[in-house]
């Protein structure tokens, strides 16, 4: 899908929201969600969103949502790090098919990184051990200040 086109409700992310599609869960607050990545690019990624704007991407979004999404971002940020004690952590942003995105509801990932371990495929298909994800999502909530 191009940067053109509209924002369809239906999309999965908008689906978690409405509790129409499961998810585990990390964060949630009265504007956004954070939740984890089902295929992971690396253990504890976690993608995070806005609750209600109806923006496929970051060029859509007002500033105000933006704002939400950014805040809750940074924090899930912080408590990654701080749960996971990774050499790095990746944010990342993608706008239309042609920059990789493949779920037109605007999100950010967060991914930790290691040294020495490389980062897995993006999208990949292969879906992550629930138990795990879980375990991943209550350490990473701990954290969350
Ligand atoms: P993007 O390609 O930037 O649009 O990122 C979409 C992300 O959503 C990818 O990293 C997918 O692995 C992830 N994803 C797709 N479906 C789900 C789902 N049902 N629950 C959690 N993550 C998902």
Redesign the pocket.
Known sequence: MSLDGHYDPDN?FAK?VRGE?P?VKVFEDHDTLA???????GRG?V?VIHKRADARNILEIEPEALTAVTLTTQRIARAVRAALQPDGVLV???NGGEA?????HL?F?VIPRWQGVPMGR???GKMADMAELKELAEAIALEIS
């Open positions: 999965i978690i599609a998810s939740f984890m990545d089902v295929f992971p690019q990624h993608l990342a942003q993608l990789g995105q493949t779920v037109y999100h990932h993006h999208a990949s």
